[in-house]
């Protein structure tokens, strides 16, 4: 269960994250580069006196999620591009995930309002007791309804205090079996449509990273960056960028990947569609209610 204050905190959480999505949305232009997009998102969340909940994601068109732009990205806006806009804001580890999926020049509307009204289908559903496959169900039918599939292989997700995946999912598709909902649970809701098969393959690169657990290590430079992620960002994911401060260019990939292979960090790969289709995604964060649930994220 939640504290009154708790709810609270996410719903302040949960207004920050929307103000900055509305704003941000709006400033998505061909020549742009998505690190820029990246920064605005990331800078404005510390200016509202909250903090990212995980590095800002850009992904665009058949990247599924996951990219958040590297150190000295120069990766640019495209016309007729389709860019995904995944962002969490936290205070004091209550976390708001909400995400918005943009088609530069207007394009891709269809495939963007089937993930749209597949996120408000599954809300309009989502009250205490009910299986997590109902809410699957509910999303794969409106997104099948415009011709186009939903992403089974990636999920919603509950959420607890400085834990972005906490336990249960919400499938994007009908399942066998479902988890029951209950008063109190914090869930994020992210239906993906694509018009392609629906299945996601992992990139070799990965530019979004977490603590995992602690092991020896002996490099020093990968001692001095762990001591800062553990301190900054305790088990919430974070950027190779993030890090830039502490140790610089080679010698930080170095450390990253000392640290990874160690199983001290663990990395999350770039999700692509496998046969590059076009990816859309919405996203909102809600509290479950006694009569239903609240969109936090609005
Ligand atoms: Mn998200
Ligand atoms: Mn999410």
């Known amino acids: 269960?939640?504290?009154?204050?708790?709810?609270?905190?996410?719903?302040?959480?949960?207004?920050?994250?929307?103000?900055?999505r509305e704003r941000v949305r709006n400033i998505i232009k061909p020549g742009l580069k998505l690190l820029e997009l990246a920064e605005a998102v990331e800078?404005?969340?510390?200016?509202?006196?909250?903090?990212?909940?995980?590095?800002?994601?850009?992904?665009?068109?058949?990247?599924a999620a996951h990219y958040s732009p590297p150190v000295n990205d120069t990766?640019?806006?495209?016309?007729?591009?389709?860019?995904?806009l995944d962002l969490g804001v936290h205070?004091?580890?209550?976390?708001?995930d909400t995400a918005v999926s943009v088609g530069v020049d207007n394009s891709h509307q269809a495939l963007i309002k089937a993930a749209e009204d597949a996120l408000e289908a599954a809300i309009k559903i989502i009250k205490p007791n009910i299986p997590t496959?109902?809410?699957?169900?509910?999303?794969?039918?409106?997104?099948?309804?415009?011709?186009?599939?939903?992403?089974?292989?990636?999920?919603?997700?509950?959420?607890a205090r400085y834990n972005l995946h906490s336990g249960i999912t919400i499938p994007n598709v009908k399942t066998p079996?479902?988890?029951?909902?209950?008063?109190?649970?914090?869930?994020?809701?992210e239906p993906f449509a694509t018009n392609s098969v629906g299945k996601i393959v992992e990139?070799?690169?990965?530019?979004?990273?977490?603590f995992l657990r602690e092991r020896p290590v002996r490099l020093q430079e990968s001692k001095k960056i762990l001591q800062v992620i553990k301190e900054k960002y305790g088990a919430l994911p974070f950027a190779e960028r993030w890090l830039t401060k502490e140790v610089q260019g080679t010698k930080l990939r170095i450390a990253l990947k000392l640290l990874l292979n160690s199983g001290v960090i663990r990395a999350y790969p770039i999700l692509r569609e496998k046969n590059r289709g076009l990816v859309s995604q919405a996203e909102h964060t809600v509290i479950i209610t006694e009569t239903g649930c609240e969109v936090i994220t609005r």
């Open 43 to 63: 800078n404005m969340t510390f200016e509202k006196g909250a903090k990212p909940a995980f590095p800002c994601n850009v992904s665009v068109n058949d990247i």
């Open 75 to 84: 990766t640019i806006i495209k016309e007729k591009d389709l860019v995904k």
């Open 177 to 189: 079996f479902g988890d029951l909902l209950k008063v109190g649970d914090v869930i994020a809701i």
């Open 203 to 210: 990139n070799n690169y990965a530019y979004i990273y977490s």
């Open 133 to 159: 496959n109902r809410i699957g169900e509910a999303i794969e039918t409106t997104i099948k309804k415009f011709g186009f599939s939903p992403i089974g292989d990636l999920t919603g997700h509950a959420m």
């Open 91 to 96: 205070i004091r580890g209550c976390i708001a």
């Open 1 to 20: 269960m939640l504290t009154p204050e708790e709810i609270e905190t996410y719903r302040q959480a949960g207004k920050i994250a929307a103000e900055i």
